[in-house]
């Protein structure tokens, strides 16, 4: 392979897919980044969050345009754009970065020396308050849940609701 000699049209073409991958791959984060600063602080771009209505909108926006050109996975390309809004997220403070996975014996990050990050609180009230919400939904069902518990489980949802969650998706 040492001796083998590409061809210049191939070394051409090779340098040109490579500009259009790094071009674009910054053009996704900067597009990232701006809906993340024109949603309000709604975390859209995590589970079980509602998007707003200018993020639903723009999202359609974007599918069209990734098909017209007959982007291949249009699906894959928004998972990528929300993956970016997440990594600014934490890098502008809208949400702390998760805590590595690993326990009690020690995480990833407390080995390598990086600081210990929490959850941001809004990530805590989906994740803790999104728990039990759906337990007392499923008890509400059955039919077991006290009076009390009924008006508790209403809150629990307008806590939910308050952060942009949209109670329909939580199972």
């Not at 200018?54 to 996975?73: D, R, V």
């Not at 970065?97 to 009690?104: D, I, L, N, T, V």
Request: charged share 25%; with cysteine.
């Amino acid at each position: 392979m040492a001796n083998t000699i590409i061809p210049d049209a191939i070394v051409a073409a090779r340098q040109a897919e490579l500009q259009a991958v790094e071009s674009g791959y910054g053009a996704r984060i900067q597009y990232a980044q701006a809906l993340v600063d024109n949603s309000g602080g709604v975390l859209w771009f995590t589970d079980g969050v509602k998007m707003p209505e200018l993020i639903e909108a723009e999202k359609a926006e974007y599918y069209k345009g990734l098909k017209a050109i007959k982007y291949s996975n249009p699906s894959n390309a928004w998972k990528m754009v929300k993956k970016y809004a997440l990594d600014y997220a934490i890098q502008i403070g809208l949400v702390e970065k998760p805590e590595a996975e690993g326990g009690e014996g020690g995480s990833k990050a407390e080995s390598s020396g990086d600081a210990r990050h929490t959850r941001s609180f809004s990530l805590r009230v989906i994740d803790d308050v999104g728990g039990i919400f759906k337990t007392g939904r499923r008890l509400e069902k059955e039919g077991t849940l006290t009076e009390k518990e009924k008006q508790c489980l209403v809150h629990l949802g307008n806590a939910l609701a308050a952060l942009g969650i949209d109670l329909a998706t939580l199972k």
